[in-house]
């Protein structure tokens, strides 16, 4: 992570981006690229056939050695124990006092060898925490995101887009192929000669692949994936689409609808943790924040995250209270903007628990002016099957 004093870090990709023309900013000590062309066009095309992200500012974190998994269900809230070879898992980090530290995707690569990729913002935190968590246990923790880049293809046509790349390679004896590939797993593949690794998993709401390879092989690969899924209608895409469409997808954002006041529980998220997880002495794991999450789970919070379906034209957004219907204020909204897909107002919050029936009229402080919204299931958006 980076300070105040510091240059914020380019990707690999840094040179492709500029000669795309984007407009790149700092993001969580990375320089990275908010837009190319437009929010929406970018957002248009990862509903309607597919984007290219460069998520290489992401932490890639080794966990590995004969005591992995066992260590793996003892720092982090899921049973990364039960998690196959080739299996990826959406799981927590979480302090002592059950409160989020991150939210993290692990990848079981071997048996004894596992990857956590970390938020950006919080990559020094989880690397440095899973380091103290594994004192005096067998297994070695490394941070591999200096050497590792992340290219990602969103979209419904995105599976096209991947089978037709030229120089990747799947070995037929694996019995799967992109195309059979399920969600949050991953294959071991070569592009043009390189091994990597191609996942399934995606922060959009719609199909999409992750490729993790070389540093050195990552201005190549996407220069490759841009050609190739040109004629699909794939175009590169920026921060700013990534997060308009993972709020579409009701899809949580650290900073946002997760910090170390929150639990998984109030952010409906709670079936992550895994209290029913056993050790190899045959009792539960006492995981760190295993009991206060206990706890919280066997009662109502004082609080829980819904969906917003704004009634108006103006859209809430991250900061404004929520209103009751005498005007009261009884919530924050986290995230919120006007949905390019819908074409109305949403926005996610946190309100009491007596508050989130879908249905319930709500208001938002927008500017002074109460602005009448609907509480709604989440996600907002499900693609076509």
Known sequence: MTDATTDPRPTPLRAAH????????????????????SDLAEHTAVRTAAGLFDLSHMGEIGVRGPGAAGFLDLALVGNLSALRVTGARYTMICAADGGVIDDLIVYRLAEDDYMVVANAANH?????????????????????????ALVAVQGPRALEIVEALPGLVVDPAL????????????LPVTVDGTAGMLARTGYTGEDGFEFFVPAAVA????????????????????????????????????????????????AGLGRVVRLDKIGADGQ????????????????????????????GRRAAREGYAVLDAAGAPVGAVTSGMPSPTLGHPIAMAYVPPALAEPGTELAVDV??????VRVVPLPFYRRPR
Request: hydrophobic share 45%.
């Open 219 to 266: 201005p190549a690969l996407w220069a490759a994936l841009l050609a190739t899924g040109e004629p699909f209608g794939l175009v590169p895409a920026g921060l700013a689409a990534r997060d308009s469409l993972r709020l579409e997808a009701g899809m949580p954002l650290y900073g946002h609808e997760l910090d170390a006041t929150t639990t998984p529980y109030d």
């Open 124 to 148: 020094d935190v989880v690397l440095a925490e899973l380091a103290a968590r594994a004192t005096g246990l067998e297994v070695t923790i490394s941070d591999d995101s200096p050497t590792t």
């Open 367 to 372: 500017r002074g002016r109460a602005e009448g």
């Open 175 to 186: 019995g799967v192929t992109p195309a059979t590939l399920k969600y949050y797993a991953f």
């Open 284 to 311: 539960p794991v006492p995981f760190i924040g295993r009991e206060p999450l206990a706890s919280r789970a066997q009662r109502d919070g004082t609080r829980t995250l819904v969906g917003l379906e704004g009634l």
């Open 18 to 37: 500029e000669a795309l023309g984007a407009t790149l900013v700092p993001f969580a000590g990375w320089l990275m690229p908010l837009r190319y062309t």
